[in-house]
């Protein structure tokens, strides 16, 4: 079928094409659902809790070493009945969009570690920490999700 064909048909069903508007530039964390997480990984250098959502990534602020055991108690409250929507208006998250991840490559077998790259040329790169806890299958599950956003 070519374009004008499909056209004349949307037309003959009454749906005028040139009346569609864009509604969303960019996908956000509106009805987001939370799949799994990593307490305490290091995100460029940092610490940083990583929440793997239904729309994309939401980097949280790590917590210090000695609060660990809260990290891990605030993940699993944030697994159970998180919004992921009020998460990312937590001052210091960041929610990355799975259409924004140009590539995902796993640096290494032995451990969780990932170098992203952005359609805009940034890199970055996620790994475990040394307190490092995975949640709800984490590491497969990014390794999915890695795999659909990016093929």
Do not use: C
């Amino acid at each position: 079928m070519t374009l004008p064909a499909a056209r004349q048909q949307l037309r003959d069903r009454g749906i005028d094409v040139t009346a569609a508007k864009h509604v969303r530039r960019r996908v956000s964390t509106e009805h987001a659902g939370i799949l799994a997480g990593i307490t305490t990984a290091i995100v460029d250098g940092k610490r940083a809790d990583l929440l793997i959502l239904s729309h994309g990534l939401l980097l949280m602020p790590g917590m210090p070493r000695y609060k660990t055991g809260m990290a891990r108690y605030r993940m699993r409250r944030w697994l159970s009945e998180g919004d992921a929507q009020a998460l990312a208006a937590t001052p210091g998250s960041r929610f990355i969009p799975y259409e924004e991840i140009a590539t995902a490559v796993r640096t290494t077998k032995l451990r969780f570690r990932w170098e992203l790259t952005m359609h805009d040329g940034t890199v970055m790169e996620l790994r475990n920490g040394g307190q490092s806890e995975e949640h709800a299958d984490a590491e497969n599950v990014f390794s999915k999700a890695m795999h659909a956003a990016t093929t």
